[in-house]
């Protein structure tokens, strides 16, 4: 009944009052209370002016008022608000993985007001995003108005403590202690403590946390002088934040799990309310400190129904050391003198020879005649160990590259605020596009030749071309500029950066089990190989994890990512510049000296540095737009550095394609 009339004037709405309804009936009347609160505009200003309006009317109704007060007096015995103020917005256990099954309940399960758990019945009541709004709103005469209303004996083993005592006080000084008890978990949990910088030192705030909590709460109920008490409790507080803090500084050295992010984050959280609830507890006079605490209480409500707040929220960090672990590995691809530039084109050929294998590999598979999936598989196989041989004879893939140098690039960008350090860069970006340019050059120049080269050795030798005639003009029709090549040779960037991304989270992953270490001093693995081979591979894989995941995987994904999109509907395929420029060069040896007069080889030649471009392209925007978030770079400075990179591209455009003597 409280529900229909929720649409109509105040005083229909307080006829409908009656503190002797079940519980259901109460809390659906609070609801209906809120939204005529709210109203039909929405706005704070709006919202205030209607609760000064239902504090008039009370005023005037005198017997009104006593039948609200008795009411709400039956409310807050049936719910139990330390709960609230405690615990909501925290994840009912400290674990990621649950806290995103809990958010996945409340999105896909409705809630019931038939509930005596005060944090159900707080996001059934507050649930408009604008309630925060109108909270924080409130001026301090209402304010003040509300509290003379809604104040209500305190009952209970506090109530016998300190005469006069309020439910409010009460409820604060129980949601003190709670959240202080889950603070001292977090703390001594093992995976925090073992990881903080001192473990026996660090921990010793979280040892004394609560019994300076009671020296303040006891000083508070016996009317004695808190001020020191206070003081040192939230040194204290402070302490506690410092020693979880410390423990980032382990994870920049040894991985980053986003459980151990998430139960940081919830301790750091949990002081910050503990110190909100002392505010209230000591702000009797405004009460503006408990509109502040209920108006985060309510925007925690929207957020807490958000999956991608709490994966955003806690994977940044994830994201960071992700963007510095690829950084590290990205360092290796930029050229800065002519010295390295040559290597760059040398390192780059050798894996443009490679390549022309792996070409002709992929066509073998091809002839097998396999199903879809398979034909994938293999493929992926073909791709996966020519990668990874081209990765151990130090040999270069140019595609490879650029989401792995995005985040060296973008970990340059801390001080964006410094004209100097946006100059450096700047000449960092030279720097890059030159070392792309020499990768891509190195590749396509030798692939090609060498492609025709074995398909000629082929024929002499097996009496066949690497590819029929049929298929030549299959490669010529499936790479020209005139069909979806360029939508393909995009896709496969983001498959690029995909790549990337895993073996970011793989060395991250291996860094975090300290597994180089188990490889180097387990006695399994040692009494297996000898210390001195157990070293060299420790050592081998701690250098190398990164790359062979990003091969492994990079090359898998060209290979079945097609096949199952396929048979899923979307209709893609993989455009690789130097595997498609290896694939023209067959089909050219396959066709003879005639192929030079078909407009379709001039079609797919004009194709492929396009490719190379998107692949080159879209992989380093996805690996930079990751990277610019995990370094906290704003729109503001995105485009400060957009407009340096232009200045320097009509000042000096040759510096993008070759070194000059002093490497700018």
Not at 28 to 52: F, H, K
Not at 91 to 104: I, K, M, P, Q
Not at 260 to 277: H, K, M, S, T
Request: proline fraction near 4%; include cysteine.
């Amino acid at each position: 009944m409280a529900t229909r009339t929720a649409s109509g004037d105040i005083s229909t709405l307080l006829e409908t009052l009656d503190p002797a309804a079940n519980l259901v009936e109460r809390h659906l009347w609070l609801i209906a209370l809120m939204q005529w609160i709210r109203g039909d505009n929405r706005t704070p200003e709006a919202a205030v002016a209607r609760v000064d309006l239902l504090l008039d009317v009370l005023d005037a109704r005198p017997q009104t008022t006593e039948t609200l007060q008795a009411w709400w007096r039956a409310v807050v015995e049936t719910v139990d608000g330390s709960t609230l103020l405690s615990d909501y917005g925290f994840g009912s256990r400290n674990a990621f993985v649950s806290e995103l099954v809990d958010r996945l309940h409340q999105k896909l399960l409705p809630a019931t007001p038939e509930t005596a758990d005060a944090s159900e019945l707080f996001g059934l009541v507050l649930n408009d995003a604008h309630d925060a709004q109108w909270l924080a709103a409130l001026p301090t005469p209402t304010l003040q108005r509300l509290a003379r209303l809604l104040s209500t004996p305190a009952t209970g083993h506090n109530a016998t403590l300190r005469p006069g005592l309020t439910y409010w006080h009460s409820t604060l000084l129980d949601a003190m202690t709670f959240c202080t008890s889950q603070i001292r978990a977090t703390g001594f949990s093992t995976e925090i403590r073992l990881r903080m910088r001192n473990p026996a030192q660090d921990a010793s705030p979280f040892h004394t946390l609560a019994a300076d909590l009671d020296a303040v709460c006891d000083a508070w109920m016996a009317g004695q002088d808190t001020e020191a008490a206070v003081l040192h409790f939230r040194t204290q507080l402070d302490a506690c934040r410092h020693a979880a803090a410390s423990v980032y500084t382990h994870l920049d050295a040894h991985g980053i799990s986003m459980d151990l992010v998430f139960r940081l984050r919830q301790l750091r959280e949990r002081v910050l309310r503990v110190r909100a609830l002392l505010d209230c507890l000591f702000d009797d006079d405004s009460h503006r400190a408990s509109a502040r605490l209920l108006s985060h209480l309510a925007s925690v409500s929207q957020e807490q129904r958000s999956i991608g707040a709490l994966v955003a929220s806690n994977s940044s960090l994830l994201a960071a050391k992700v963007a510095e672990r690829s950084s590290e590995t990205g360092e290796h691809y930029i050229t800065r003198t002519r010295a390295e530039y040559r290597t760059m084109l040398h390192n780059a050929a050798g894996g443009g020879a490679l390549t022309a294998l792996t070409t002709a590999m992929k066509f073998g598979v091809m002839a097998l005649g396999l199903s879809a999936f398979w034909y994938g598989f293999w493929s992926g196989v073909v791709y996966a160990l020519s990668f990874v041989v081209i990765q151990l004879l130090h040999f270069t893939l140019a595609t490879k590259q650029p989401a792995m140098t995005a985040p060296a690039m973008a970990a340059k960008l801390k001080d964006i605020a410094d004209t100097q350090a946006l100059g450096a860069f700047v000449d960092e970006v030279t720097h890059l596009v030159r070392s792309q340019v020499a990768a891509v050059i190195g590749n396509v120049a030798v692939v090609f030749p060498v492609a025709i080269a074995l398909s000629v050795a082929m024929y002499f030798g097996l009496g066949r071309p690497m590819i029929t005639e049929e298929q030549a003009h299959y490669v010529l029709h499936s790479l020209t500029l005139l069909g979806p090549s360029l939508l393909f040779a995009a896709f496969t960037g983001v498959l690029l950066f995909a790549s990337s991304i895993l073996a970011g989270w793989v060395e991250n992953w291996f860094v975090l089990h300290r597994l180089d270490s188990a490889i180097r001093y387990n006695p399994r693995i040692t009494g297996l190989l000898g210390p001195a081979r157990a070293d060299r591979w420790a050592h081998f894989m701690r250098h190398n994890i990164s790359g062979l995941a990003a091969n492994i995987s990079l090359g898998f994904m060209l290979g079945l990512v097609p096949p199952i999109l396929a048979f899923l509907g979307p209709s893609l395929d993989v455009r690789h510049v130097t595997l498609s420029a290896g694939q023209l060069g067959a089909a050219c040896a396959s066709l003879g000296w005639d192929v030079v007069k078909m407009p379709a080889l001039w079609w797919a030649v004009a194709s492929v540095p396009l490719i190379g471009v998107l692949n080159v392209g879209v992989s380093f925007y996805l690996a930079f737009r990751v990277a610019l978030r995990a370094h906290n770079v704003t729109g503001v400075g995105r485009t400060r550095i957009q407009r340096a990179v232009l200045q320097r591209l009509r000042q000096a455009p040759l510096s993008f394609f070759w070194p000059g003597r002093d490497g700018n």
